[in-house]
């Protein structure tokens, strides 16, 4: 697969790039900086030497010229090295350190705080559809997601199928994050079963037959490695009564339906919707940390069963989104959307469906989810119509 440009413009100064494996932080850093300075911690014989010493940084770095591009790819594998890179950006050389990480937990525990100033944080996300342009297909990201990693692959249905070993693998069982693969492993599968609903951990503890309290464990797990976000409930000015729980996502589509099992008892409408709804999910978020600004993504759930799933909030934003997985839309589809514009009447509600048509119906607008994904660009605002 040739290269595709991402919507990231890189800070002018030393920052990290965290980011779930095979969402092309290493390509996209090599494409970059072709002159840089590399460290891949992926590498056993480098993750040897800089574990075993990590000021071998400082006299690597003393030997390149001032201003010099220094990428750390994994920096989460030997986290003593950020004291170095603190020490290094205060010499004032005009050093410039790109810190690539997969997980953010060791990093929180070992050190992070010691950065605090000198190198901002950004993130990568799996494509999005105005990235591939033409190379889009809704049907196929629906399926296999849009990890870079996985459209990239000489066999993509493989490549997916192994991506959570890999993981495991690599991860999980070589840091030594659960005690119990067993476990976890019954608890990712369990956990796809919450992707889009609101979070409700005694239920996954009683799927995955494991505490309570192991599951909280877990899923922070999840969120550390990147695999998994949380949706908070919009509340501000709440004129209803809202649920307390968030809703839970994993961070691609593909990934989780490679997790979700499914058998003569699953309806497969309803694993498509779950699907459908994380792609947008992925989509919206991506969209907010590449165009800035503040912006944050919510969900809206009044214990009266009113459900919007997604309201984008933010300096330059207030929009409302509901997603269906549907060809046609109906007034009934509406209810929720209205039920939220009559408590926030400033705020544009929009539906996305699997239709052809913008339509406007009761007053808010329908548009087919694919043209929706494939003009949202971080440097335009949402698209609100059709043209």
């Not at 996300?125 to 990235?131: G, I, L, Q």
């Not at 087919?368 to 949402?382: I, K, N, T």
Request: glycine share 8%; charged share 25%.
């Amino acid at each position: 697969m040739a290269f595709v440009g991402r919507f990231f413009d890189p800070p002018a100064q030393s920052y990290y790039l965290f980011g779930p494996r095979g969402t092309g932080k290493s390509a996209w850093t090599q494409q970059c900086y072709p002159d840089s300075v590399r460290i891949d911690l992926l590498r056993p014989a480098t993750l040897q030497r800089y574990r075993a010493r990590a000021d071998r940084l400082f006299d690597l770095v003393h030997a390149q010229p001032d201003g010099q591009v220094i990428v750390i790819d994994e920096v989460q594998r030997v986290p003593e090295l950020l004291s170095a890179v603190h020490a290094l950006i205060e010499e004032h050389r005009g050093w410039r350190f790109v810190l690539t990480g997969s997980s953010a937990r060791k990093l929180r525990r070992s050190g992070v705080d010691l950065m605090a100033g000198r190198a901002v944080v950004r993130t990568m996300h799996p494509f999005m559809a105005a990235e591939l342009g033409d190379a889009f297909d809704l049907p196929s990201a629906l399926q296999r997601g849009l990890l870079p990693l996985v459209l990239g692959a000489e066999d993509p249905a493989d490549t997916l199928e192994g991506y959570i070993g890999v993981y495991v693998r690599e991860e999980v069982q070589v840091e030594g994050l659960v005690r119990d693969l067993d476990r976890f492993s019954r608890f990712l599968e369990a956990v796809t079963f919450s992707h889009g609903q609101l979070m409700n951990v005694s239920n996954i503890a009683r799927d995955s037959e494991v505490s309570r309290k192991t599951v909280e464990g877990y899923l922070g797990v999840l969120e550390d490695l990147l695999l998994s976000f949380r949706v908070p409930v919009f509340r501000k000015r709440a004129a209803r009564a809202t649920v307390a729980h968030d809703k839970l996502y994993l961070f691609d589509c593909g990934v989780f339906r490679s997790l979700r099992p499914s058998g003569p008892l699953d309806r497969r409408e309803e694993i498509a919707g779950a699907a459908l709804e994380g792609l947008v999910a992925q989509h919206l978020r991506a969209w907010l940390a590449c165009r800035g600004g503040g912006g944050r993504l919510y969900c809206w759930r009044t214990r009266a069963g009113s459900e919007v799933d997604f309201v984008l909030y933010g300096p330059q934003q207030f929009t409302a989104i509901e997603v269906k997985h549907s060809a046609t839309v109906r007034s009934a589809d509406l209810r929720s959307l209205r039920s939220f514009r009559a408590d926030y009447p400033e705020a544009e509600c929009v539906l996305l469906y699997l239709g052809e048509d913008a339509l406007s119906i009761d007053g808010v607008l329908c548009l087919p989810c694919d043209q929706f994904l494939r003009r949202l660009h971080p440097r335009h605002a949402l698209p609100s119509t059709a043209t």
